[in-house]
């Protein structure tokens, strides 16, 4: 079974609009954590925000906010006030910690668009 | 945070043919992880590299395709061995941060196998 998923291959979005990237996740630990990247045509993977299981509020970075939903299991990535910069794939991952070993799963992705 | 070096960026490689990539973090680690991106797919984790230690590999990779070495706290290298164009990806290396709230990667390493 997937352990992380972004149903949504691609989205777009006009520029100074906000979008909401989906992620689910499954875990049985109680203990883990959520975070999301940007990765850019280059190549590099770009931290954008953190969630832990345990925080009691939504995690947020500027532009960046999670919203986080603990019963549904959702971790989606609001991107407020989208920039043309903002196009690129985005990746939700996730890290459980039952032997603390610090990996990373990763969904799929998604591909935003930004237009003007 | 922490600064990931990640040579070399980019490489074509002739099949049959090994490369090593290398990073070098600008502080302490204890876990270095090394991953792919095949083309248009998601990243999948190859192998946790620990300093004084062999590496522990995920199912589907192995050591005598993807060798790795951690001399220190700072440095390690993946090997991508007797390359075919299947092996063709971005290579990452990733780091934890002290709080493990943050995870950092390197700038990648583009490879295409001919």
């Known amino acids: 079974a997937q352990k992380i998923t972004q149903t949504q291959p691609g989205m777009f979005v006009q520029e100074k609009e906000a979008v909401t990237l989906d992620c689910t996740y499954d875990t049985s630990d109680p203990s883990y954590g959520l975070f999301w990247y940007k990765q850019p045509s280059s190549g590099e993977m770009i931290f954008l925000i953190y969630?832990?299981?345990?925080?009691?509020q939504n995690a947020t970075e500027g532009r960046y906010s999670l919203n986080f939903q603990k019963a549904r299991k959702s971790a989606n990535l609001v991107i407020s006030a989208s920039q043309l910069g903002d196009s690129a794939m985005y990746f939700c991952a996730m890290r459980e910690d039952p032997y603390n070993t610090d990996k990373l799963i990763f969904g799929t992705g998604t591909r935003l668009q930004v237009f003007p | 945070s922490a600064v990931i070096s990640q040579k070399p960026s980019r490489d074509i490689c002739q099949r049959g043919t090994s490369l090593t990539i290398q990073c070098q973090v600008d502080s302490q680690v204890t876990m270095m992880f090394w991953y792919r991106q095949q083309p248009g797919q998601s990243l999948t984790l190859i192998a946790t590299a620990n300093q004084g230690s062999e590496a522990t590999y995920e199912s589907g990779f192995v050591i005598d395709k993807f060798p790795i070495s951690r001399p220190n706290l700072t440095f390690s290298t993946l090997t991508v061995s007797n390359m075919s164009p299947e092996d063709s990806s971005i290579y990452l290396c990733?780091?934890?941060?002290?709080?493990?709230?943050?995870?950092?990667f390197g700038q990648g390493t583009r490879l295409t196998v001919v």
């Open positions: 969630q832990g299981s345990y925080d009691q």
């Open positions: 990733s780091v934890v941060g002290s709080q493990a709230t943050e995870a950092f």
